[in-house]
């Protein structure tokens, strides 16, 4: 999995939130820092920056809990991402 895609994801977050020290094994749903309408942003920054589609079966919150897990799913969806 490529580190710069886990960073980019938690760039993301720490511009919404600036003042959350998070690394990218954190639950940030657990943390407090999501709510519905932050939920759907991460959709949406997800699929706009790395050019993929999540499909619904992929909604799913444990996709979206960490960095980590965020960017294993980028990796499950565009391999080109992927980085061993």
Do not use: C, H, W
């Amino acid at each position: 999995m490529s580190n710069t895609v886990k960073e980019q994801i938690l760039g993301f977050v720490r511009d919404r939130y600036p003042q959350a020290e998070i690394d990218g094994t954190q639950d940030i749903f657990a943390l407090g820092f999501v709510n519905s309408l932050f939920a759907m942003e991460l959709v949406m920054f997800v699929e706009k920056t790395f050019g993929v589609t999540i499909p619904n079966e992929e909604l799913r919150i444990d996709n979206f809990r960490t960095a980590t897990a965020m960017a294993e799913l980028v990796a499950r969806l565009s391999p080109t991402l992927a980085v061993a």
